[in-house]
Structure formats: C-alpha cells, structure tokens
C-alpha cells in the first residue's frame, strides 16, 4: 500500500510543501487565522479578499490577482456559502446575500466502510509505552506503520474483470496499540455492546471500504455563523444498491475467513448478536449488521464539484474556476467529481499540483 510517509513518519502538505517553501520572498503564511469570508463585489461578482479572524481581530486580505480556497470538501463548501456562493434556499434560509446561485453542498459524496471480527488463538501483547516511543524514535516499529494492516486487496464485487474495482478489503492481525474502533461515532447501545467485547491483542478482522456508493449525501449550513460546524449528511444507504454491494463484499470476506490460513489461528467469526433474530449468514443478517455498523469512510468528496456547464452539481470548471464569479479557484478534495478508488490524501496533493500548473499555465510563469 502506497502511503505518505517519510523515515516512518507521517507526510503532510505542510511538511512535504509549505514549509520546504516558507523561506521564499514572495512567501506569506499567517497561522491561526480563522477565515469567515470571501470577499466578492456583488456588481462584478468578482472576489477581492478574504476575511480572516486571528488574535480576535477582523482582518482583511486584499489581493492583486486571484483567491484558491483549499479549506477541504467541508470547509470550503461552507466558506462558499457564507460568501453567498449557494443554492437560492440555503441563502434565503441564512439570509445571506447572494452572490452565485451554485449547488454547493448539493452532492457530497463519500466511501462507507463494514468491519467483520474474528476471535483467534492469537496474542499480541502491548509492551510498554517507552518502548514504542523509542522504536518510533529510531524510525521503526509499529507507530511507524499503518495500523496493524496486514494486507490489503481491490475487488469489483459483480464483475472480476473490471478495471476500477468498487470495494477495498484490508486484513488486520491483532494488534497492540491500535483500538479496533475509534469512539467517533454514534453508534446506538446494543452496537456500543458489541465494540465493548473486542479484543484488540487476539481479534483478527476485515475492513471494508465501498468505494463508489450510489448513495449522495449533502452538505448545508446550520447558521450563517462561521464558527457553527455545518450540517453533513453523507446519505449512507439512501441507495440499497450499496447494501447489495457490501452484501457481496462480504461473503468474499467470509470465503477468506474459511481459508486454511486463516481457520490455522482458530478464526472464528464473532456474530452481532443485536441480529440473533435473523439466521446467522442469512442476508437478512447481514443487512441488518450493516445498518448497525456501517461507519463513513472520513474520505469526502464532491462538494463542490468539477463539471461542465450543464452538470446540474458542477460548482467550478476544469480549471477549478468557480462559475460566475471571477478570481476565485478551488483546489482541494471537495472538486473530485466523484468518489475515487482509493484513499483522498495522497490525491489532496495531486490536486494542489495539478491547481499549480493551471495557474502557473494561465499567468505565463515558468518555474
Ligand atoms: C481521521 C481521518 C483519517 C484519515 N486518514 C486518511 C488516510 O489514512 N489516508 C488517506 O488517504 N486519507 C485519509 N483521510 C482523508 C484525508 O485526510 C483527506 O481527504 C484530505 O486531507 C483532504 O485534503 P484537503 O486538502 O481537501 O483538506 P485538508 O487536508 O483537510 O486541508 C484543509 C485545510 O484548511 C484549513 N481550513 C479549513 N477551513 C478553514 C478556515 N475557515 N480558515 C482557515 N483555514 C481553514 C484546515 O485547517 C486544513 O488545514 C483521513 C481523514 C480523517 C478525517
């Protein structure tokens, strides 16, 4: 599996980017500012600034030539809207003046994401915390990986020779340091039940990623406050194909789950029993066990999407020019026109790139 990591440390766009960058005279990156507008003269409809809190003072930032918003597929939506970049019902909701009538927030989209456990005759004991510390520190050991992941495959679920596959399946051995679920959702209490029982040193279990959901979720303002969080709705199973598709992926866990190599730890499945009402392995079973588990992928997309004209969702152009208002790009996982067949940070970056081609392309600079 490809990851951004360098000497066993994670990689990020400030790392591998801005701060290789931050000597250069033509350089100004002001931290802890908080950005609650774009500015955009509502005659010309072109956008002039931004609006920015830090120190608790309002400041404004007046440009020369152009603004790119790269605040993610959740920020960036929102900053729009508060910027009267909307669909006409958000804006009359808020009363927010309006600058373009855009389906911002219109298609969010995201992967989802199912996980089968097993109990083995496995263990893996947790050492203590300055020895992980330490190993880290020599650039090696397990807080330099990604998880306890063992492996990983790309699967199409109905047609093995198709070329982009539609579910991700990860293998992960029991692991010392890892909590198997992170305690960020809202699971309900017989789910809660379930999590409590695992055992992250003996359990063995598959992670599945749908990887394009036919489901559409949305992203709308909660206030025209910048500092309340938006309401996000990733609209999981709004389209049963997807229960159907995870059905699927599913029993190619379950055949794996039977292999000799994996029955020689003593694998066995631990059953959700909030599903006992059904016959175990039944269809039925399964898709009650997705409604109680499903988790989002935290891989969002699309909300701001890259399109042509006539695309009832497209918010920006190929060149990530937002529609009718002029200096004003967006470049961040919000423009995918869809959800892609793998993860989103390492394409984060792609767009970043690709944004500095087509700005250095359209003001003749070569560097
Ligand atoms: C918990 C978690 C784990 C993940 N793990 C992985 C993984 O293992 N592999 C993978 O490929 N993807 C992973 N992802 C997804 C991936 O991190 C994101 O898709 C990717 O970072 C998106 O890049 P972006 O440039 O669109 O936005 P971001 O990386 O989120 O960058 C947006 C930046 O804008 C800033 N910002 C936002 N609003 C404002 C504002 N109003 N004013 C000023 N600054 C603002 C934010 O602070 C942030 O620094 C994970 C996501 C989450 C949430």
Not at 90 to 107: F, M, Q, S, T
Not at 121 to 142: F, H
Not at 178 to 200: S, V
Request: aromatic share 10%.
């Amino acid at each position: 599996m490809q990851r951004n990591i360098k000497h066993g440390r994670r990689v990020s766009g400030a790392t591998a980017y801005v701060r290789p960058s931050s000597a250069k005279h033509n350089f100004n990156l002001t931290i802890e500012s908080f950005v609650t507008k774009i500015l955009i003269d509502a005659n010309t409809k072109s956008a002039n600034g931004v609006q920015f809190i830090k120190n608790g003072r309002l400041v404004k930032a007046k440009v020369r030539k152009e603004i790119i918003i790269s605040g993610c597929a959740v920020n960036t939506p929102q900053l729009l809207m508060l910027s009267g970049i909307c669909p006409g019902d958000e804006l009359r909701k808020h009363g927010i003046p309006a600058i373009a009538n855009l389906p911002v927030g219109r298609y969010l989209k995201d992967h989802f994401i199912f996980q089968v456990f097993y109990n083995t005759n496995m263990i893996v004991r947790t050492k203590s915390l300055p020895k992980y510390i330490a190993q880290y520190l020599r650039d090696e050991g397990i807080l330099t990986t990604v998880g306890n992941l063992a492996t990983f495959s790309l699967f199409h679920t109905t047609n093995s020779s198709a070329l982009v596959p539609n579910v991700e399946i990860w293998f992960h051995l029991p692991t010392p340091v890892i909590k198997l679920i992170p305690p960020r959702t809202n699971f309900k209490a017989d789910a809660l039940c379930y999590i409590k029982k695992l055992d992250q040193h003996t359990n063995i279990y598959f992670t599945m990623f749908l990887l394009h959901p036919k489901s559409v979720g949305t992203l709308t303002l909660k206030s025209n406050s910048p500092r309340d969080f938006p309401l996000i709705d990733i609209g999981i199973f709004e389209d049963q194909e997807d229960m159907e598709d995870f059905y699927k992926a599913i029993q190619i866990v379950n055949t794996i789950g039977k292999t000799e190599a994996v029955q020689m730890v003593g694998a066995k499945q631990i059953k959700f029993q909030f599903c006992n009402q059904y016959a175990y392995d039944s269809k039925e079973y399964w898709y009650c066990a997705l409604k109680h588990m499903v988790l989002p992928g935290l891989h969002i997309s699309s909300t701001v999407e890259m399109g042509s004209k006539d695309d009832p969702f497209a918010v920006v152009d190929s060149n990530l020019c937002v529609y009718g208002v002029k200096n004003l790009r967006v470049a961040d996982c919000s423009i995918m026109p869809t959800t892609i067949s793998g993860h989103t940070n390492g394409p984060a970056l792609i767009i970043g790139e690709k944004a500095a081609d087509i700005i250095k392309k359209s003001y003749n600079i070569s560097l």
